[in-house]
């Protein structure tokens, strides 16, 4: 089976990253292949890009192609991932009651991230005719938490603590409960760690084997994913004076991970045309109230000009994206649509 093409989208808060996003998975659609878009950017902004209400599991997006859409919910997926790994209800709803699998599921910031790689091979796992899977991220330096998971989560559920208990678990239980010996170096360690809660942790990995063992597999799967050549990494800024610092801060901490991206992206640029025309406009002909306008625009474009010069050597492909219009409108899907082709064009 071939292995969809992953598409990331990285940059700062308020760049327009969610909105590109969207639009760049709606022309991916349209252009007639089989589309993912899923956000796990916590905030969900996603949901108001597209206009619809998104549920943990992908829905069709109406009237674009083939374009399926989902919000990563950690405490969803978990319950989810644990019904299927536990089908007798009785371990399930054991499972679904113990505290460790309440705070991996519903109270740890991180699950977002850990997750998340979780979830998109598995979406690959469940659509095998996809062929293109575009993830929206969380903001800034936060995204590269979700590129990073993999190999830390990989390494806690391979790690010797884990693995301790889990064989212990398996060799010293019969239907999720602990028995004689297991029980009783179970409890002595619960006692002497003077922390009632490593019984239950035990337990939870006991119910969880199948759980973590899929979890495991579908982790090793992203991270062969994440950093095979087909995958295609977006940084996104904007015309503003942070925009080729947080640029090159996301370009290192990729480095670091011996990744790099294919393309930045300036978005909500004027037409690059427009700078020289406002260069030469005579201010003192101009009429007073058209004058603040008109350096506004010919600070912004100098602004943008010094911007796609920084950050033109972060990556072998710069797209300039213009401001677009129509996108909080009814008909925003189609103007998410001429937004993504513009990208698309541009990185063909």
Not at 163 to 188: E, P, Q
Not at 216 to 242: C, F, G, H, N, Y
Not at 270 to 296: K, M, T
Request: proline residues 5%.
């Amino acid at each position: 089976m071939k292995t969809p093409r992953l598409h990331v989208l990285l940059g700062a808060g308020g760049v327009g990253k969610t909105t590109l996003a969207a639009g760049y998975a709606i022309a991916l659609a349209k252009s007639g292949r089989r589309v993912g878009l899923l956000g796990i950017d916590p905030s969900r902004r996603l949901q108001s890009a597209l206009g619809l209400e998104l549920p943990e599991l992908e829905v069709l997006v109406p009237g674009v192609g083939e374009l399926h859409a989902a919000l990563l919910r950690p405490e969803d997926s978990m319950r989810r991932w644990a019904a299927d790994a536990c089908p007798d209800p009785d371990l399930r709803a054991r499972l679904l009651a113990n505290k460790f699998f309440l705070a991996l599921a519903d109270r740890l910031a991180a699950a977002t991230d850990l997750l998340a790689a979780a979830r998109i091979a598995e979406w690959a796992e469940r659509d095998p005719t996809l062929t293109d899977l575009v993830i929206d991220t969380a903001p800034g330096l936060n995204a590269i938490e979700f590129l990073r998971k993999p190999q830390s989560l990989a390494a806690f559920l391979e790690g010797g603590l884990v693995k301790w208990l889990r064989w212990l678990a398996r060799s010293g239980t019969k239907n999720g409960l602990f028995k004689g010996a297991a029980r009783k170096v179970i409890g002595g360690l619960d006692r002497l760690g003077g922390t009632p809660m490593l019984l239950e942790l035990a337990e939870f990995l006991s119910l969880v084997e199948e759980l973590l063992a899929h979890m495991l597999d579908r982790v090793t799967k992203a991270q062969a994913w994440i950093s095979s050549p087909s995958t295609e990494i977006l940084l996104v800024a904007a015309v503003r004076d942070d925009a080729a610092h947080t640029a090159g801060e996301l370009a290192k901490a990729l480095g670091e991970l011996k990744l790099s991206a294919r393309a930045t992206v300036v978005n909500r640029a004027l037409p690059q045309e427009l700078g020289p025309e406002l260069e030469h406009l005579d201010d003192a002909s101009l009429a007073p109230d058209a004058l603040p306008f008109v350096r506004y625009a010919r600070g912004y474009s100098r602004m943008q000009q010094r911007v796609i010069s920084e950050i033109t050597p972060l990556a072998r492909t710069v797209a300039v994206i213009p401001a677009w219009r129509g996108l909080d409108e009814d008909t925003r899907l189609d103007a998410l649509s001429a937004l993504g082709e513009r990208l698309l064009d541009q990185l063909n």
